[in-house]
């Protein structure tokens, strides 16, 4: 168990299993843009770790770039959701694929599918590595799913509760 302020934690998803799905989510995105040289969009702060670590896992020729969205305060979504900030590259008639690190409500979601619309992308996708199938109200089911996991808060991996814990190599889960 471990202490982040005042909540506690539960190591929930071990380093070995994170990465072996994540080699498992490699292949079948390499599978699917085998040829396309797709952009990965990779959604600042959370999907770092992810995103590191599953582009090595892809044997086929990726560009990727980072943004950012802010829509989570501690432990609840806000449903604010603010504008997508960093995007450099013209994604106009793209293939693009979104990395999440977790779809909980799936407002994020819902908000940069339809950003990338409007900017006129040929097809958008999305990986995560956890979906809580049992929170999302909005957007469709992500493409590529690490791990469904219930609606409880996680820690670890990336992502953080109030700041901390990004750090964690396992994913832990709120007692
Ligand atoms: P959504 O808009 O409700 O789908 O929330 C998406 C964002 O909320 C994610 O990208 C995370 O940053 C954050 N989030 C949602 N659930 C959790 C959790 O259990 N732990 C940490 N962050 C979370």
């Known amino acids: ?43 600042l702060n959370g999907s770092f770790i992810f995103t590191a670590d599953l582009i090595r896992t892809i044997d086929t020729p990726v560009e990727v770039s980072f943004i950012r969205v802010a829509s989570y305060q501690a432990l609840q979504t806000t449903g604010k959701v603010r504008e997508i900030l960093g995007l450099k ?18 407002t994020t979601l819902e908000h940069l599918l339809e950003a990338f619309k409007d900017l006129g992308t040929k097809t958008i996708k999305v990986a995560t590595l956890l979906h809580k199938p049992d929170a999302q109200q909005k957007a469709e089911k992500p493409d590529f799913v690490g791990f469904e996991i219930p609606n409880k808060f996680v820690v670890g991996y990336g992502l953080d509760y109030e700041g901390l814990g990004r750090e964690l190599k396992e994913i832990y889960q709120l007692r």
């Open 1 to 43: 168990m471990i202490k982040i302020l005042d909540k506690e934690f539960i190591p929930y998803i071990s380093d070995k299993q994170i990465r072996d799905r994540i080699k498992e989510m490699g292949s079948e995105i390499s599978k699917e843009y085998a040829d396309k040289k797709p952009l990965l969009i990779s959604v």
């Open 89 to 106: 590259e013209n994604v106009f008639g793209r293939d693009i694929l979104i990395l999440e690190d977790i779809v909980d409500t799936g």
